[in-house]
């Protein structure tokens, strides 16, 4: 990417500093990135912990960038888009990472009907280069636009392009919440394994290495995903035991609820802070 483009971010939590940190092990320069926060401690913190230019004032934020990443919690994002929306002059990309809030929502508050918005639904794993990020440009978005978004985000790991707004709230439910569901299975699994005896250390070696093992596996993609559980399971073993109480407990339909939960989840966003 080429380093002349000014990166701003309004928001410095989570997901901000997630992307941040991505951006910064990629080789993106310090003095190219600029975040905005309204808490004053949160900015100093940023520019102490990451040495890049921090403030309280988004607007100021919003005309230093050539591309601005909106951060902010969903119900933030009214209040933030209409009062920067005088910022967001010809040819800035605007890049939302709101779960739930449509595109439609974000050209309305801003006013500017012909403003390049893309909306992004990346995921925390962005802070170690090992995120995925989905993307979807509104028709206002240039091919050069799309290539910037592209490269600036590959920073983060993966990408997907995504050509349904609509599938956006399913990728959110999926992806972008998706390292909750995994952390919290890891969870379970060493709480299980210190209930029956095991040490704290231990149980959690081995459910940290079973994991990372299994994901390396899936991803090599040598087997699919079943033939490599059937691989596992012995006729009469200990795993088929294990993946039958598995199954009584609805495991599957627990977690087809779990994304379609999710993606209610950002409709209703979407519709309580219109
Ligand atoms: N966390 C995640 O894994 C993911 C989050 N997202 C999306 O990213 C967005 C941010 O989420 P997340 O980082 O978790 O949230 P955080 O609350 O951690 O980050 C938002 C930051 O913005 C600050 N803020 C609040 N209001 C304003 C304002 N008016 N102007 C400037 N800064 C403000 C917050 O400060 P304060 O804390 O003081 O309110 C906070 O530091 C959300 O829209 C979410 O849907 C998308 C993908 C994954
Ligand atoms: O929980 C949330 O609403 C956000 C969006 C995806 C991950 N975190």
Redesign the pocket.
């Known amino acids: 990417m080429s380093q002349k483009k000014n990166i701003g971010i ?7 500093q997630a992307m941040l940190s991505g951006f910064l092990q990629q080789g993106i320069t310090a003095n190219t990135l600029f975040v ?4 004053a401690n ?1 900015c100093t913190q940023l520019n102490r912990n990451f040495g890049i230019y921090s403030a309280t004032d ?1 607007a100021s934020i919003a005309d230093k960038a050539d591309i601005l990443i909106v ?4 119900q ?1 994002m009214r ?2 888009l209409e009062r920067i929306a005088p910022c967001i002059v010809e040819n800035k990309l605007l890049i939302s ?3 739930g809030i449509t595109s439609m929502q974000i050209f309305t508050w801003l006013n500017k009907p012909n403003a390049s918005i893309i909306r992004a ?4 794993p962005a802070l170690i280069g090992e995120g995925i990020t989905a993307l979807y440009a509104t028709p206002t978005v240039s091919e050069a636009q799309q290539q910037e978004a592209q490269v600036l985000l590959s920073c983060l790991g993966k990408i997907l392009w995504i050509k349904k707004e609509e599938q956006m709230d399913t990728v959110t439910a999926l992806s ?1 919440s998706g390292p909750a569901y995994f952390f919290y299975m890891m969870e379970g699994l060493i709480t299980a394994g210190i209930q029956l005896g095991l040490s704290q250390q231990d149980a959690t070696e081995l459910t940290l290495q079973t994991a990372l093992g299994s994901i390396k596996m899936a991803v090599a993609q040598t087997n699919d995903l079943k033939t490599l559980r059937e691989k596992v399971t012995s006729k009469g073993g200990t795993t088929e035991r294990g993946i039958q109480t598995l199954t009584q407990g609805n495991f599957l339909n627990l977690l087809e609820n779990t994304i379609a939960q999710a993606s209610q989840r950002a409709k209703e966003l979407s519709q309580e802070f219109n």
């Open positions: 309004i928001g410095g939590g989570n997901m901000g905005a926060d309204h808490s949160t988004n951060a902010v919690k969903p933030q209040s933030v990472i709101a779960a639904m990346p995921n925390t972008g």
